[in-house]
T-cell receptor, first 114, second 109 residues
């Protein structure tokens, strides 16, 4: 089925380790996003991209990096993991008419930093 | 800065009851969306409202956008266990969407 695929589903990291969260979409969407979701805090935007080669910071970018070399893929890199990065991470994509058609979300990556 | 506040944060009701969830802000939005999220999954779009005062119905769910486009409500009639989930509103402001804090709904059979 067409959609947004995130890997891995779960991950435990030790403080100071690094990892990459993978995100791929097959809907030819130009726009892609990374959110983190913490209990009672809703979804916070980390980074977004409006097309291949273009990325920009969201509300909470510190401690993260992204790249967008193709339309399909938008990986999120965590460098020097900290306990504050324990969260559920969601990748989403949209067409340029997100105001009407909304976002398509992946099923999330649950990350625990110990 | 939290642009959107949802209330109540938690809601537990019996099957067959009616309920209303609110999404409020001091900011004006060009459009507003409601999503439902089930455990272990990402949010799924339910509806988009664009015009102030607009009302949309999706089976037993009724969505309303405030006249000033600053707030919205979701009303569920005769709730069913399948309605259980986290309901999120999201407002379009500039070129981004801002998500509310969410309302966690549990419908008890």
């Amino acid at each position: 089925n067409a959609g947004v695929t995130q890997t891995p589903k779960f991950r435990i990291l030790k403080i100071g380790q690094s990892m990459t969260l993978q995100c791929a979409q097959d809907m030819n969407h130009n726009y892609m996003y990374w959110y983190r979701q913490d209990p009672g805090m809703g979804l916070k935007l980390i980074y977004y991209s409006v097309g291949a080669g273009i990325t920009d910071k969201g509300e909470v970018p510190n401690g993260y990096n992204v790249s967008r070399s193709t339309t399909e893929d938008f990986p999120l890199r965590l460098e020097l993991a900290a306990p504050s990065q324990t969260s559920v991470y969601f990748c989403a994509s949209s067409s340029d008419r997100a105001h009407y058609y909304g976002y398509t979300f992946g099923s999330g990556t649950r990350l625990t930093v110990v | 800065t939290q642009l959107l506040e949802q209330s109540p944060q938690f809601l537990s009701i019996q099957e067959g009851e009616n309920l209303t969830v609110y999404c409020n802000s001091s900011s004006v939005f060009s459009s507003l969306q409601w999503y439902r999220q089930e455990p272990g999954e990402g949010p799924v779009l339910l509806v988009t409202v664009v015009t102030g005062g607009e009302v949309k119905k999706l089976k037993r769910l009724t969505f309303q956008f405030g006249d000033a486009r600053k707030d919205s409500s979701l009303h569920i009639t005769a709730a069913q266990p399948g309605d259980t989930g986290l309901y999120l509103c999201a407002g379009a402001h500039g070129n981004q969407f801002y998500f509310g804090t969410g309302t966690s709904l549990t419908v008890i059979p």
